[in-house]
């Protein structure tokens, strides 16, 4: 069965860095997108990166040139690289297989 765990979200002042990871399993990792989304306090879910199997990379407005996603085929394993982090990163972050399975979502703050 798919899974996504994901991990390194915390608290972080804006200006600051931070790198989640998501830890697939259950499906052929290397021949499938993957993604992060986020949802913030009264927004709706957003797409912020998205990765292919041949590593080709789209990233939301508000992210690029801040944000990086990245994948390791070996480890089955999607990070996200955040940085110049901005209050308004402030959200729930979510780990997508494909558009079809999620994780359970890691808590980013941003805050002084």
């Known amino acids: 069965q798919v899974q996504l765990v994901e991990s390194g979200g915390g608290l972080v002042q804006p200006g600051g860095s931070l790198r989640l990871s998501c830890a697939a399993s259950g499906f052929s990792f290397s021949f499938y997108r993957m993604s992060w989304y986020r949802q913030a306090p009264g927004k709706e879910r957003e797409l912020v990166a998205l990765?292919?199997?041949?590593?080709?990379?789209n990233y939301a407005d508000s992210v690029k040139g801040r944000f990086i996603i990245s994948r390791d085929n070996a480890k089955n394993t999607v990070y996200l690289q955040m940085n110049s982090l901005k209050p308004e990163d402030t959200a729930v972050y979510y780990c997508?297989?494909?558009?079809?399975?999620w994780g359970q979502g890691t808590q980013v703050t941003v805050s002084s």
């Open positions: 990765i292919t199997s041949a590593s080709s990379t």
């Open positions: 997508n297989a494909f558009g079809a399975y």
